[in-house]
């Protein structure tokens, strides 16, 4: 049985939710979600988001942080687009019912690394959950919008096979889905499909993601053909609690913005030599320093100290942090907090425009999961929900001027779904041991500090497990485990290729076999699996960017049949 809707939203956090919210303006929305709809990256948001909402501050300077942090490769076009419409996005936010903190009846506003100014809204210490809750109120609310919940989009249904030229012709049609509580496959056919999937931090051993951060969208874009760019760049957030027990726990850039600082076990502070702003350094300055005093060090960790602050301050400003902490063991108003960098943001994805299109017809990605340039090599602090806004928003938009066309195109029937030979599996230790291996892999390899070799490791490994998982995906029936493995072990190639590409160290990308920044350099690294070298060059001249294509042993094929 075919759900049909108007438009397909895959994705429930910031991104999506919002630009669920609006397309339910112009017709009928399906939403899919992996989990409940308030799981998602958002929600795990402690920090808040930047805006120029403040009298003391201005757009410039918020332009100039985030070039600065994003270290030569942001695209300025996009930084001030986006920095300009912030405001906008806010009041919109307030609207659907966001209730940012407020002290003396204005906005409190956040410091956070890498910001010259205070420009963090913030809802205490989950502004992520407060998110969250507002725009799934507002959903749930709306009876043009369905929300799917406990299912895994599989792969995108496109008109014809993404191989056969010319790509710009193709169409996305919807997308296969498996209900994870059946096991059924279904297709879900829309006009237009929005990826709103965020990233892919659980490709990584030690993460701040939650567990459906498998790069889904990535993957899927990448199949049906969609560029991607700059997966290189990886975001590994300094500090994270570092406990046995403590999984995937985020400790906020904002405990530093408030006077927090790193310590060594012996008390030394270290971030003083390393860079003028110390502690409020860019995100990368700081991981790779507590990555380096770890390595030299030893130990299994270096300390966050928030003993200066006085415990009522911290109860205010950060009450759940305060809790959650002490769960664990440590009052962090009298001793210092263990921590550790993870893996936390994706500064890649898939390259869409300032309408948050892909080359793609009729498909759209928004939020981690894609790319439009704001970053550049490194994330300026709490400018991510901002770009989920932003292009959520503008992907409405551009849909919204498409409408008139696209409401009267004909959904045909999708292809049927076939499982050929496949079986259940009797064999889930495979897929639980290559999630482990890859994991660790890219760890070791592929992590905060590279090199050409270890980088060269991790892609023969990769190679071998990708053909694994392959012959796997088609023994044996589909579960949400073996999508989300499938899903990371390409995610995982594709970022090894990128790293193998760039020759220099910028931003997030940091090789000790190359560690200047190259002026040769200082382009986007794009990748699409069905293009040559030769013809990607030419298609990307324009912009100075590279391309580069997958060999074709790596192509998947599609479990569908036509008939």
């Known amino acids: ?112 690394g890498g910001h010259s100014q205070r420009r963090v809204l913030h809802a205490g210490d989950l502004t992520g959950r407060e998110i969250e809750r507002a725009l799934v109120e507002a959903c749930r609310s709306d009876r043009n919008i369905r929300i799917f919940e406990n299912h895994v989009a599989v792969d995108l249904i496109l008109e014809r096979h993404p191989g056969q030229p010319p790509a710009a012709k193709n169409r996305v049609l919807g997308a296969w889905v498996l209900d994870d509580q059946t096991g059924q496959v279904r297709a879900f056919s829309a006009r237009a499909v929005v990826l709103a999937t965020g990233g892919a931090g659980k490709v990584y051993l030690y993460t701040s993601n939650p567990d459906i951060a498998t790069g889904d969208g990535m993957a899927m874009a990448c199949r049906a053909g969609a560029t991607l760019a700059n997966l290189e760049f990886v975001q590994f957030h300094p500090t994270c609690l570092y406990h046995p027990e403590a999984k995937s726990f985020l400790l906020s850039e904002a405990l530093r913005g408030e006077g927090g600082v790193l310590r060594l076990k012996d008390g030394t502070r270290f971030m003083e030599k390393v860079h003028p702003m110390k502690e409020l350094a860019p995100r990368d300055v700081v991981a790779r320093a507590i990555d380096a005093e770890l390595k030299r060090t030893g130990a299994e960790c270096v300390y966050l100290d928030m003993t200066a602050l006085s415990k009522g301050f911290l109860l205010k400003r950060f009450p759940n942090l305060y809790e959650a902490v002490k769960q664990f063991g440590v009052d962090m108003a009298h001793e ?40 550049g090599a490194n994330r300026l602090a709490s400018n991510s929900l901002l770009e989920g806004c932003v292009f959520a928003h503008r992907a409405a938009r551009h849909i919204e001027t498409l409408w008139p066309t696209l409401k009267k195109l004909a959904l045909p029937p999708p292809p049927r779904w076939n499982a050929g030979k496949a079986v259940p599996s009797d064999e889930a230790v495979v897929i639980t041991q290559n999630w482990d291996e890859i994991r660790r892999l890219m760890w070791n390899y592929v992590g905060i500090v590279r090199t ?112």
């Open 1 to 112: 049985m075919t759900q049909e809707s108007d438009f397909l939203v895959l994705g429930t956090g910031i991104a999506g939710l919002l630009a669920a919210h609006k397309l339910a303006r112009l017709g009928t929305v399906h939403v899919v979600t992996k989990k409940r709809a308030v799981e998602s990256n958002t929600n795990y948001a402690q920090g808040g988001i930047a805006a120029v909402v403040s009298r003391s501050d201005s757009f410039e300077s918020h332009v100039q942080d985030t070039l600065k942090a994003g270290a030569g490769l942001c695209h300025e076009d996009i930084v001030r687009l986006t920095v300009h419409e912030g405001p906008a996005r806010i009041r919109e936010l307030i609207e659907i019912g966001v209730r940012f903190t407020e002290q003396n009846d204005m906005l409190d506003l956040g410091l956070e």
């Open 336 to 375: 210092p907090i263990p921590v550790v960098p993870a893996a936390h943001f994706f500064c890649g994805g898939v390259v869409t425009d300032e309408g948050g299109a892909t080359e793609i017809p009729g498909l759209y990605a928004v939020g981690e999961a894609a790319h439009t340039g704001l970053h």
């Open 452 to 563: 050409d070799r270890r980088l060269e490791r991790a892609r023969a490994r990769m190679e071998l497990l990708n053909r694994e998982i392959a012959a796997y995906y088609w023994d044996f029936l589909l579960t949400r485990d073996l999508l989300e493995l499938r899903n990371i072990a390409l995610v995982a190639d594709l970022l090894i290729q990128c790293a193998l590409e760039r020759k220099e160290s910028r931003g997030l990308h940091y090789t000790l076999d190359h560690p200047e920044p190259l002026e040769s350099e200082r382009h986007d690294t794009l990748v699409n699996r069905y293009r040559s070298p030769h013809a990607a060059a030419d298609a990307a001249a324009e912009r100075g960017a590279r391309k580069w294509s997958i060999p074709s042993s790596a192509h998947s094929k599609r479990k569908i049949s036509h008939g």
